[in-house]
């Protein structure tokens, strides 16, 4: 009777949690970055209903991308064209060749959606790009297009005929058959087989004609859907735009903001060189010179922002945050095993629901398919003057830096920490909530106690474990030869003159809400 109350139907709800954990406690920490990358240029959003309800549907899809992290761009372009979640978001699911009347004039033409932004946000980029990621100017100056309207027209007729190959028979019940109904609807919310097998192609109504892809390339007439498809993604793989846009945007999401020309040539280089291998891209990206020196990490046009939910999730790792939940218990509910492997002993539940107010982003929830911020997104004034873009400063407006920094208040001064959302049956009310281990911070105190430190030795000794703990001791090296009250020592002297109660949360907190943690150098 539970499942009537609206927190513990099935839907996204669930996909939250599981996403919550893998992100802060995972084994795989890389794979699960670089899946979260990818989510932001291959998006999905739960904010379209149908696929908020087909939760297993959408987080099949973001397996999928965790899958892929490390393999075959081609293959994985592959599998976001043919996911069910994607044929609906964008809207080839059941999209079909043009419809005619008696008189053979087109009544309905094939839904240009996907087709656009394959090529616009996925593959090829907007205008065309040098190998170094800057763009490329015709005879009068301006930026050279990738694609035209032809070009999409083209795609989309290439994007006909496919639609569910599984589906649940009877709708309500665990029995997967072969789906042999173009117009099957999206089925039942509970059983969602459907929603997680690759669409195929019904060739009755896929326009079986000859196409000419962007780049000149073209499809031969009658060789069905299957071949056109892998023509029309080879052609996109392969368009040297390709390598280029997608490691620019994955440098940016990884590394910095701003890329130097020479940063973007390296990654596109090793793109271009192991045909699209994920892997190779995002080992060059994070070892590259640019990600690594120390040096150039001085420079004003390095790093980047740390969106939201990085920063927080941050914060939950560090801070070893834990629910009264244990994973472990899912086993008798059929968790399997060998997953509750992948996770550190005494790993707890993360019962997240939805985070846009709180943190301007929940996963799997960007507003549109364009993300929560624009790659090239800039600030007026200096930044823009210089040429510069802040991508995360789209969602950072006045309002959400208040709610993000009262969002880690709450985790580190309430003393039951962060709610989560509640099972129906936990034994305590507080079950669910994220309460950070503090335990290194007191015992800490208990050592500076018992040796008689002064206040603000105490409080420096605070205020560097978080340091050290959250930027791996960038505050203090930064303070060093520094003339005048450093940010370092307006923590300390802050913190010392807090009551002992808060001291611990005072110095997390202080340093949480610092340019030093929230900019990524």
């Known amino acids: 009777s539970f499942y009537k109350e609206d927190n513990f139907r099935l839907r996204s709800h669930n996909l939250r949690h599981g996403w919550w954990v893998m992100a802060a406690k995972g084994s795989d920490q890389l794979r699960q970055r670089v899946a979260f990358a990818l989510s932001q240029i291959f998006i999905i959003s739960t904010k379209d209903s149908p696929i908020n309800n087909r939760h297993y549907g959408a987080a099949h899809y973001y397996d999928m991308l965790s899958e892929g992290a ?25 999209n079909q060749k043009d419809v005619l009347d008696k008189d053979g004039d087109i009544l309905v033409s094939p839904d240009e959606n996907f087709a656009r932004e394959i090529m616009q946000l996925f593959s090829i980029g907007l205008v065309e790009r040098h190998p170094d990621g800057t763009i490329q100017l015709d005879r009068q100056g301006l930026p050279i297009s990738t694609y035209d309207q032809t070009d999409i027209t083209e795609l989309a007729r290439v994007m006909t005929g496919m639609s569910f190959s599984k589906r649940n028979i009877p709708r309500n019940s665990d029995i997967v058959r072969e789906n042999t109904r173009f117009n099957y609807g999206n089925g039942s919310r509970v059983f969602q087989d459907q929603w997680v097998h690759p669409m195929k192609f019904f060739e009755g109504f896929h326009d079986q ?21 892998d023509d029309a993604l080879d052609a996109l793989a392969n368009h040297p735009n390709t390598a280029p846009f997608i490691s620019r945007l994955l440098i940016q999401r990884l590394v910095t ?34 990600a690594r020196s120390l040096e ?36 008798q509910f059929g968790y399997p095993k060998t997953e509750l492997a992948k996770f550190p002993n005494g790993t707890s539940q993360y019962r997240m629901g939805n985070t846009d107010t709180r943190l301007s982003q929940t996963p799997q929830g960007a507003p549109t398919v364009f993300n929560w911020f624009s790659p090239d997104f800039t600030v007026a004034g200096p930044l823009a003057a210089a040429g ?17 920094a009262n969002a880690h208040y ?15 049956d936990q034994d305590s009310a507080n079950d669910d909530n994220m309460i950070p281990d503090l335990t290194v911070y007191s015992e800490l105190l208990k050592i500076t ?44 002297e802050a913190v010392a003159a807090t009551s002992k109660r808060n001291k611990i949360a005072t110095a997390i907190y202080l340093f949480i809400t610092s340019p030093e943690y929230i900019t990524q150098k």
């Open 70 to 94: 490390f393999g075959s761009y081609r293959e994985l372009l592959e599998g976001v064209t043919k996911h069910p979640i994607m044929g609906h978001y964008l809207s080839h699911l059941r």
């Open 209 to 229: 004609g000859e196409k000419t892809l962007v780049g000149g390339h073209t499809t031969m007439a009658f060789q069905g859907g299957e071949k056109d498809l």
């Open 257 to 290: 903001s701003n890329p130097s020309r020479a940063f973007v040539y390296r990654a596109s280089k090793i793109f271009s060189e192991s045909q699209g291998n994920l892997g190779e891209v995002v080992r060059t990206i994070l070892l590259d010179p640019d």
């Open 296 to 331: 150039k990490a001085q420079r004003v046009d390095a790093g980047k922002q740390k969106e939201p939910i990085i920063r927080y999730l941050a914060l939950c790792r560090a801070l070893n945050v834990k629910s009264g939940l244990p994973l472990s218990a899912l086993t």
């Open 388 to 404: 510069l873009v802040a991508p995360e400063f789209q969602v950072t407006t006045e309002s959400q830096v208040i709610n993000s």
């Open 410 to 424: 709450t985790l580190v001064f309430n003393r039951n920490g962060q709610g989560g959302v509640r099972l129906p």
């Open 449 to 492: 106690e018992a040796n008689n430190a002064t206040e603000e030795e105490k409080a420096a000794l605070l205020v560097d474990l978080t340091d050290l703990l959250l930027t791996g001791g960038n505050l203090e090296a930064s303070s060093q030869g520094k003339i005048g009250r450093t940010a370092r020592q307006i923590m300390i």
